[in-house]
């Protein structure tokens, strides 16, 4: 699921148009130019009844903005929520009965090596109902 779910952030404008190819699995490499997105699977229950598995799964996503300007870092949180949040349908091949967005966590990382550059960080969780 998250392979589809990165490729379909990949493929939306709101979202691109902020932070352009950069969408990143897990975590930004060296010296990433920002602003950039990161997808990170946090956790995947599947549901099962008495003879075995249902079908389907909730996986816990979590959708992290880092810029060095916070209106931007906002902006892009916006773009992915206006796109995710109550999102039911096809990702690619994958059918998803619903996206839940569950919390918001903006974080500043202070400076380092001495210079004024502030990097502003906003994650995002989400629940992901789809079947497998």
Not at 6 to 26: A, N, S, Y
Request: aromatic share 8%; glycine share 6%.
């Amino acid at each position: 699921m998250i392979k589809k779910l990165f490729q379909f952030l990949k493929e939306q404008e709101p979202i691109t148009d902020i932070v352009g190819q950069r969408i990143f699995p897990v975590q930004l490499p060296r010296n990433c130019q920002l602003p950039a997105l990161v997808i990170h699977q946090l956790t995947s229950d599947h549901e099962h009844h008495l003879t075995g598995k249902v079908g389907s799964a909730i996986g816990r996503v979590r959708v992290s903005i880092f810029a060095r300007n916070h209106g931007i870092a906002v902006d892009a949180t916006e773009a992915h929520r206006s796109v995710l949040q109550g999102f039911m349908g096809m990702m690619g091949e994958a059918e998803i009965d619903f996206v839940t967005l569950e919390s918001i966590n903006h974080i500043s990382q202070q400076p380092i090596d001495g210079s004024d550059e502030w990097i502003f960080a906003i994650h995002s969780d989400y629940s992901i109902k789809y079947h497998e």
